[in-house]
C-alpha cells in the first residue's frame, strides 16, 4: 500500500508481531531444525504459500474471519483443497527429464 500515512500511528509493534507470527509458524525461520530451506526459491515459495494461508485460511481470533474476508477481498473462507487446485493449476507443465549422463570415473 502507498499513501501518506499519519506519523503518530505509526509502529513497528504491528511489523514485529507479524515477524514472531510467522517464525513461529513457519519453522525454516528456525535455524536450529531439519525443516531449513536449503534452496532460496524454495524458502520464498514457502513464505508466498504461509502468506496464502494466513489471509485466506486462517481464521483470525479477534476478526473471527480470515483477513481477506475482513478486507473484502472473499466472501468465504478457503479450503486447503482449493488451495492446491490454484497451485496446479499455475503449475508449469511438466516435460521429460533429459538423458541420464554417466560420470566419468
Do not use: C
Not at 506519523?7 to 536450529?32: G, K
Not at 530451506?37 to 485466506?56: D, E, G, Q
Request: charged share 25%.
Amino acid at each position: 500500500m502507498t499513501g501518506d500515512p499519519d506519523r503518530d500511528h505509526i509502529s513497528t509493534s504491528y511489523v514485529e508481531r507479524q515477524n514472531l507470527t510467522m517464525r513461529m509458524h513457519i519453522r525454516r525461520f528456525t535455524r536450529l531444525t531439519n525443516g531449513f530451506s536449503k534452496k532460496f526459491a524454495n524458502h520464498v515459495w514457502m513464505v508466498a504459500l504461509y502468506t496464502v494461508f494466513y489471509n485466506f485460511l486462517k481464521v483470525h481470533k479477534s476478526l473471527r474471519v480470515t483477513a481477506a474476508m475482513q478486507a473484502g477481498l472473499t466472501e468465504r473462507i478457503w479450503t486447503f483443497e482449493e488451495l492446491a487446485g490454484i497451485i496446479d493449476e499455475a503449475a508449469p507443465e511438466k516435460t521429460p527429464r533429459g538423458p541420464y549422463k554417466k560420470r566419468s570415473a
